[in-house]
């Protein structure tokens, strides 16, 4: 494996610069699609809220336990919202465990490197079978699926659902992007295909086709042996910007209302100013 403070510092510049990675066809520069004027370090822990969500979601639906309990005084915050385990099969809730593991290692090392404080405050998050039943209510227009649509049910419902957070911004750099080739026999290509849609439709600036999306490996928290996570920078194809991620997380689309999947919406300065100025 690679020297992991390289592959940190590959990691930084990946959150500094995702505003400049753009795939330029699929681009609508309305003024709500800009990016908003931010550090660097703004826009880190911008993206710790979609890393922690991820990391408290993926570790709960594989394995039942939240981020503090692999690695003990890394976060505090309000507990997440209806965690629940998943039903998946052994090999599908290895590769989501090592990814929630995997993201873990990223806050951590963000920790090490001393960009945060631990332990790192937690936004309230939701990660309720309610809370994603609700995105595909509107993906499929109707008011409620029945029987209603449970995430937790199976592995396709769970990798076609937890797109939602992810499959977009910063956190595709350990989403879920890769894990379409992986498990392409759980697919569910109507419930893919919508939940597409609805993100596209929220986000507010365009489609974007989903790329697979390679994360970086800092190590999966010595846990696990299966290596399903290779590591190329080069490979991240379409970025959302903050405001576009917001209006989409939220399921409201906009990006000063909070709901969805954050009822008390981001923390950080980057997410108090788009407050602020109503940049919706
Ligand atoms: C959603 O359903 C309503 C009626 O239930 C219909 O009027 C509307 O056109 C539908 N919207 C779409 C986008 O299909
Ligand atoms: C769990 O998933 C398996 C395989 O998809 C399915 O056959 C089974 O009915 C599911 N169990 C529950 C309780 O949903
Ligand atoms: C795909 O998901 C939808 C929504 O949950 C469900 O109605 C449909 O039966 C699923 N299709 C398959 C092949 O499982
Ligand atoms: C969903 O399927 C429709 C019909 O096949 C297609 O036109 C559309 O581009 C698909 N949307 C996404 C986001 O893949
Ligand atoms: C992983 O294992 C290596 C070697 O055994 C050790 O040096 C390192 O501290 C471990 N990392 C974690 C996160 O436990
Ligand atoms: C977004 O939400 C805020 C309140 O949170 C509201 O004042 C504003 O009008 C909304 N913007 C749009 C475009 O709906």
Avoid: W
Wanted: hydrophobic share 45%; glycine share 8%.
């Amino acid at each position: 494996m690679a020297n992991p403070s390289c592959l940190l510092y590959a990691f930084l510049l990946l959150v500094a610069f995702q505003s400049t990675m753009i795939n330029a066809n699929t681009v609508i520069h309305t003024p709500q699609c800009r990016p908003v004027a931010a550090s660097s370090n703004e826009k880190i822990i911008f993206s710790v809220n979609l890393l922690l969500y991820q990391a408290q979601f993926l570790l709960h639906a594989s394995i039942g336990v939240g981020i503090n309990d692999v690695s003990p005084g890394l976060v505090q915050g309000p507990a997440p919202i209806g965690a629940t385990t998943a039903n998946f099969s052994n090999s599908v809730r290895r590769v989501i465990e090592e990814v929630g593991l995997v993201t873990v290692g990223h806050l951590r090392a963000l920790v090490q490197a001393e960009i945060l404080d631990a332990p790192i405050t937690s936004p309230l998050i939701d990660v309720s079978a309610e809370a994603y039943a609700a995105f595909v209510n509107v993906a499929f227009n109707v008011s409620t699926l029945t029987p209603p649509f449970n995430i937790y049910a199976n592995s396709p419902s769970f990798v076609a659902a937890a797109k939602l957070v992810t499959g977009i911004g910063l956190s595709q750099a350990v989403g879920l992007g890769v894990l379409r080739t992986l498990l392409n026999d759980v697919i569910n290509s109507t419930l893919s295909n919508r939940t597409s849609e609805v993100v596209n439709q929220l986000g507010g600036c365009g489609v974007k086709a989903e790329g697979l999306i390679v994360p970086l490996q800092l190590g999966a928290e010595n846990r696990t042996t299966s290596n399903v996570v290779p590591a190329d920078v080069n490979s991240l194809a379409y970025v959302r910007f903050e405001r576009e991620i917001l209006r989409i997380v939220y399921g409201t689309g906009n990006a000063t209302m909070p709901g969805g999947l954050y009822p008390g919406g981001f923390i950080g300065s980057l997410n108090r100013r788009i407050r602020d100025l109503q940049l919706s």
